[in-house]
């Protein structure tokens, strides 16, 4: 996917943006095909809290439980004692367990349906699954689903990047960083991008799960 025009549009709002978005690892992410809302959303449930390689290693091992067939209805046939004893805690499980329900009464779209729905009626759907909060699905939205205008205003690599990109002595507070973004619009997912790179090793590309 061709992002000049985005990236025009960012670099034309400050020299300091300009020079950020020059420097840094470019805007990458598209829209990620035929991902599977359930996976996505039971990985971003197991890494929780949790540094990548330990939350790596516990999804292994809840992984390696089914094989090929991990789906929503072998998930609720699991005894608890089982996932728990992958490592997840009681309250993980009881997340896994409720997303797996969700999945399959509809409450969590399909892949082909989400890519129907705008990002708000897609938040306000997930966020209706225990444990799943704006900011899991926010990553989903930008990651997985290579939505341009997501903005993780409560994301503190993005309050982070910002501060240091524009020499801020002081994080600025969800309100402000709303305020900030709306210069950026329709593009606020190249800026958070840009804003992590601020702060990242420049040869590393992000994954989703690594904003926790």
């Given amino acids: 996917m061709n992002h000049e025009a985005a990236h025009r549009h960012l670099r034309e709002s400050h ?14 992410v598209s829209a990620g095909g035929k991902f599977r809302p ?28 089914y094989g090929r067939a991990f789906d929503p209805k072998r ?14 805690s009681r309250s993980k499980v009881a997340a896994l367990k409720d997303l797996a329900a969700k999945t399959i009464d ?11 729905m705008k990002d708000e009626e897609i938040i306000e759907r997930l966020t209706t699954v225990r444990g799943i909060g704006r900011w899991t699905v926010e990553m989903l939205l930008l ?30 507070t969800p309100k402000q960083l709303q305020k900030h973004g709306e210069k950026w619009r329709p593009y606020r997912s190249l800026a ?6 601020a702060l990242d090793d420049p040869k590393k590309a992000p994954n989703r799960l690594e904003r926790d």
Avoid: C, H
């Fill in 38 to 65: 359930f996976e996505a959303l039971a990985e971003s449930i197991a890494y929780q809290q949790l540094s990548g390689k330990a939350a790596a290693t516990i999804w292994g091992r809840v992984r390696a439980l």
């Fill in 15 to 28: 020299p300091l943006m300009a020079d950020l978005v020059d420097r840094a690892r470019r805007f990458e």
């Fill in 192 to 197: 958070a991008w840009y804003f992590w790179r």
């Fill in 143 to 172: 990651f997985d689903l290579g939505r341009l205008d997501v903005w993780p205003v409560n994301d503190y690599g993005v309050q982070k990047g910002f501060a240091k990109t524009f020499k801020k002595r002081k994080l600025p």
């Fill in 106 to 116: 509809g409450t969590v779209p399909t892949n082909r349906a989400l890519s129907r």
């Fill in 75 to 88: 998930v609720l046939e699991t005894p608890d004692e089982k996932l728990r004893g992958a490592g997840l």
